[in-house]
């Protein structure tokens, strides 16, 4: 099935074809007006030097008024090859249409809301019939059985004719023109960009990341620099102080030759302030008992960081290189900014 972008918006243009495998670009009259194009001719070349296929309106109340149009369109240097003329479904235009294959020449009969439409299109070879499905669900008809009553036509009759689906206002349109298997299908970039979306496919992407990044990401780049250190002989009060600034639930206790003494958290907070009242407040910090602390050291990997982390039950481990602390590394640093 090709897939053609549906658009005269330059910057859309310009995202969309950097995908690299889209067929072509459809675009209307009325899109370049809403867009504030004055210069139609000059955008026209623009865009056929910027897409593979370009297909662009041949108007006229004749077959012929069309065919000249068609001709003069061609005189700008367009490439007939990559040049698709785009004419509104009626007498006169499968006549011209007629006329245009007979030159050598790429036609879409659009505008199509009726088999019979789409049928006389056909038989007078049209390289693209186009009904448009969004407006018809608009006005409450079956446009889905339409678009699966011409692709059986084509298929039945062997015409040498595509069927392209348009007038996509979602992605279950994009569903529905796959199963029905159209021929073509032209699409706005905003559906265009959401057909890759899917909830699950970005969770089990997020869960790959994070789980590539335990396993190849060591702890020292994964802190974050800061290391909360705070001297024996300081108060608690002040210690805690030191705790806010450094935005750990944590501070590391030296003693004033700079070793280790012990870890101090919230939590170690909250039992004493329980126990002993805010009296405790005024102790120094470096009086009080420390069990040994749970660490790691800067070099290991995010991987044993996190089997530390789920059997200990917290959420700060402190980091030591050479025995020394160098930081702590908190439960978030697992994730990626």
């Not at 529905?176 to 298997?181: S, T, Y």
């Amino acid at each position: 099935m090709e897939l053609y972008l549906d658009s005269a918006n330059l910057k859309e243009i310009e995202e969309g074809f950097k995908l690299g495998f889209l067929d072509g670009l459809t675009t209307t009259p009325t899109f370049m007006q809403r867009e504030g194009i004055t210069d139609i001719d000059g955008t026209i070349i623009k865009l056929s030097k910027m897409v593979p296929v370009l297909q662009i309106e041949a108007l006229g109340n004749t077959a012929e008024e069309v065919m000249a149009e068609a001709k003069r369109q061609l005189a700008l240097g367009l490439d007939p090859k990559k040049t698709v003329f785009k004419i509104p479904v009626s007498l006169e235009g499968v006549r011209a249409c007629k006329m245009l294959r007979h030159a050598g020449l790429l036609v879409n009969v659009h505008l199509v809301y009726t088999l019979q439409q789409a049928y006389m299109a056909m038989h007078a070879g049209a390289t693209y019939v186009c009904p448009l499905v969004g407006r018809l669900q608009d006005q409450g008809h079956d446009a889905l059985a339409l678009i699966d009553q011409c692709v059986k036509a084509v298929n039945h009759y062997r015409y040498d004719t595509k069927i392209m689906f348009s007038s996509v206002r979602h992605a279950e349109h994009v569903r529905n023109a796959i199963n029905i298997g159209v021929h073509t299908i032209t699409v706005p970039l905003k559906v265009l960009k959401g057909l890759t979306e899917n909830n699950l496919t970005s969770v089990g992407t997020e869960q790959f990341v994070r789980d590539t990044r335990l396993m190849t990401v060591r702890v020292k780049d994964a802190m974050n620099g800061i290391n909360p250190l705070v001297k024996g002989e300081t108060s608690l009060k002040d210690a805690i102080i030191k705790m806010t600034e450094y935005g750990f639930g944590a501070v590391t206790v030296t003693n004033s030759d700079g070793t280790l003494k012990g870890v101090f958290t919230d939590g170690d907070l909250r039992r004493l302030l329980q126990k002993e009242g805010e009296h405790i407040l005024d102790k120094k910090i470096g009086s009080l008992e420390y069990k040994s602390p749970i660490s790691i050291d800067s070099d290991a990997l995010l991987n044993e960081a996190a089997g530390v982390f789920k059997k200990t039950n917290v959420d700060t481990i402190l980091v030591t290189e050479n025995g020394k602390p160098v930081g702590m590394l908190d439960i978030q640093d697992l994730k990626e900014e």
